[in-house]
């Protein structure tokens, strides 16, 4: 009989995420995007909101392995996308935005070349 592949066994199918947020592997420390906003802001007033990944251990930037590029989602409301060069640039981004309302967590994504989708949540109240 075939095996039926999962998402879990491929880290370039679907999203990654941390599988034990106290117990962050490598790979995982490297990967998962870290977002930096307060747990509340106002209703239509800018705020900044960082996306960084490699806070917690430093990703390779190099020709071969970089972070293509981070978006930031609050719940599945897209607000940014930014593109990212190996070597030149660093894979953290601060973009101010503003939100009527909660749509839900803000999601922050990043794309590496070589390993794949990666995602981190970060809770928010609109007031």
């Not at 239509?44 to 909101?49: G, I």
Request: glycine share 4%; proline share 6%.
């Amino acid at each position: 009989m075939e095996k039926q592949w999962t998402c879990d066994e491929d880290i370039l199918c679907g999203i990654n995420k941390p599988k034990d947020a106290s117990a962050l592997s490598d790979l995982e420390k490297k990967h998962t995007p870290v977002i930096t906003a307060p747990a509340a802001a106002k209703k239509d007033e800018a705020f900044d909101v960082t996306v960084e990944v490699g806070k917690l251990l430093a990703h390779p930037n190099e020709p071969g392995h970089f972070i293509e590029w981070i978006e930031l989602y609050c719940g599945d409301t897209f607000l940014f996308r930014v593109s990212l060069a190996a070597v030149q640039d660093t894979p953290k981004v601060t973009i101010p935005i503003k939100l009527s309302h909660a749509h839900g967590p803000l999601k922050a994504r990043a794309k590496c070349n070589l390993h794949g989708l990666w995602e981190s949540v970060k809770n928010i109240t609109i007031t």
